[in-house]
């Protein structure tokens, strides 16, 4: 390098020039190998750097190492995508022939469900009216004008083209099975228990702003649920123990995948039936075809009710499963009984499980909205990553945002000009180390799952937390529990996560968790100063 010091750019200037014009913050940093906060808060007087030091840190190719963290590796991604609709599109000539041939019929069924829902839903609100004491069980005979409700939702499934559904085995007494629980494929799910069982149903608090759905799940004594929120999943599981331990109550229904996915996988259960010890009857839904897959894979609502009114006959099996009992000689805990029940369902459908959950469709709808051409390699398999990592379904969608904001090409790959773009930071030997790091297969650019899994790994290591603290800690040279902007130069916009001016500790730390890679540039100052 002509020139030792951290100003000197790695790119060409003819690479970085469109970059630094869009840059809405431009931080220099003076001395990456100084104590860190004597380089921020001098940054005016320092405008050298050391030139020992500068050829030390440039051979040092893990700018993490002081924290622990050693190279890592990035999983191969899945071959299966749990979520993908197999006839998305109305291919072939018998398809297009069936839908003409079936359009005047679609109109008929159309009219009969807009009726159906209709009826169903002036008698629920007959049967809900006047009735406050919602945390008690439903009386009978409101229970009673429900059978209205349910016979229309009977009547619903009909105009789908479900005219007869085979069911193989029964439903075990509310007694002795008072769970259960089953695959989801798609809406049709809730709408056939609906009529079966009337049970009291797990649902997403959304449902609730649901036109007519919200007033009739309603009426099944709903346990609302946000999936993000841990105080909701906790008062969830309550009253899941609580209404599943009254008989007086129905059955209580859930859906351990919490999405619905194409039926061919099963993907990891979330804990919530498990977690309070009772009995679970586990029940599987399958969707025999040929021409139209059913399932409310990646596709759009609308499109898949068009196609089911346009069939002649769309077929569904139901299959209730053998009692699965929590083990009576040892204490099991909830992951080990669900793992048994989730076996059975699988055994049951004949397909392999995976650690997919929610959070990989969500990743996956976002890769498909940015156009990315292989968006089902954007999926981490949410419930391992959580599990190893630590890491949120919201952190994780958090981590391709910022990603997909770095432009990737359409092979999903992001180069260091993009990378330094979205970092708002001028390139420095250090910042070009933290880009080696994540690029695991040096071939000049990164992936997102190299960007997550990287992330991630820094994230995991022990001292990070400590190493977070310990660098505010320098920083707040005078005690006052927050760092001014003269401290910390123009990095400070970085930090000030709110916009309120001040860079208090949970600003700081919030903003080094959602950008685990910027520890980096503490790491020599908390080193020398041996602060780990």
């Known amino acids: ?44 007087n320092n405008n050298h750097c050391d030139h020992g030091n500068q050829l030390e840190g440039t051979e040092e190719q893990n700018p993490f190492e002081f924290i ?28 297009w022939v069936k839908i003409l041939v079936c359009f005047p019929i679609a109109i008929v069924r159309i009219i009969l469900f807009g009726l159906s829902l209709a009826v169903g839903y002036v008698a629920t609100i007959c049967a809900l009216h006047g009735w406050k004491d919602r ?16 016979l229309c939702t009977r009547s619903i499934l009909f105009c789908f083209g479900y005219h007869w559904i085979k069911r193989i085995g029964k439903p075990a007494p509310r007694e002795t099975a ?26 997403s608090e959304s449902h609730d702003a649901i036109p007519f759905v919200g007033t009739i799940i309603r009426a099944m004594q709903v346990v609302y649920v946000n999936r993000f929120s841990a105080s909701s999943r906790k ?9 599943a331990s009254c008989d007086d109550y129905p059955r209580v229904l859930l859906f351990p995948e919490g999405t619905t996915t194409n039926g061919r996988v099963l993907i990891a259960f979330q804990l919530g039936a498990f977690i309070p010890g009772y009995p679970i009857q586990p029940v599987v839904v399958r ?51 669900a793992e048994r029940t989730s076996y059975t369902i699988a055994s049951a459908l004949n397909v392999v499980q995976t650690s997919h959950a929610y959070g990989d469709l969500l990743l996956l709808t976002k890769a498909s909205q940015s156009k990315q051409e292989k968006p089902s390699t954007y999926m981490v398999e949410m419930s391992k990553v959580e599990t190893s990592f ?30 330094l773009r979205v970092l708002r930071l001028r390139a420095c030997p250090l910042l070009e180390k933290i880009f080696g790091y994540l690029d695991v297969e040096k071939q000049g650019s990164v992936t997102f799952r190299q960007f997550f899994f990287g992330s991630a790994h820094i994230l995991k290591q022990p001292l990070f937390s400590q190493a977070c603290e310990s660098a505010f800690t320098e920083c707040d040279g005078r005690e006052c529990n927050y760092i001014s902007q003269q401290q910390v130069g ?43």
């Open 68 to 95: 622990g963290a050693g190279s890592f590796s990035v999983p191969s991604p899945s071959t299966i995508d749990p979520f993908r609709n197999n006839t998305p599109n109305i291919e072939g000539l018998y398809e």
């Open 178 to 203: 008072p769970i259960v629980v089953s695959n989801h494929v798609s809406y049709v799910e809730p709408i056939f228990f609906f009529y079966e069982l009337f049970p009291t149903i797990v649902a």
């Open 235 to 243: 008062q969830a599981v309550s009253e899941i123990k609580r209404k």
């Open 135 to 150: 945390q008690n069980p439903m009386p009978r005979w409101r229970g009673r004008l429900m059978w209205v409700t349910r």
């Open 390 to 419: 630590n890491i949120s379904t919201q952190e994780a969608v958090e981590f391709l945002d910022k990603f997909l904001s770095m432009n990737p090409d359409p092979r999903g790959r992001v180069k260091i000009h993009d990378f």
């Open 490 to 532: 123009e990095m400070f916009n970085i930090f000030d996560t709110d916009g309120d001016g001040i860079c208090s500790r949970d600003d700081f730390m919030t903003c080094l968790r959602r950008n685990p890679l910027l520890i980096a540039f503490f790491g020599r100052g908390l080193a020398s100063n041996g602060l780990l």
């Open 1 to 44: 390098m002509a020139e030792d010091c951290l100003r000197a750019p790695l790119l060409g200037s003819e690479l970085l020039r469109d970059v630094f014009d869009e840059a809405e913050v431009i931080v220099d940093i003076d001395d990456c190998d100084r104590s860190t906060i004597q380089s921020f808060s001098n940054h005016q």
């Open 287 to 337: 969707y025999p075809h040929v021409h139209f897959d059913q399932s409310w894979g990646y596709i759009s609502l609308v499109k898949l009710m068009f196609r089911m009114f346009t069939q002649f006959h769309n077929f569904m099996e139901v299959e209730y499963l053998s009692i699965v009992s929590p083990l009576e000689n040892q204490k099991e805990s909830a992951a080990h009984f």
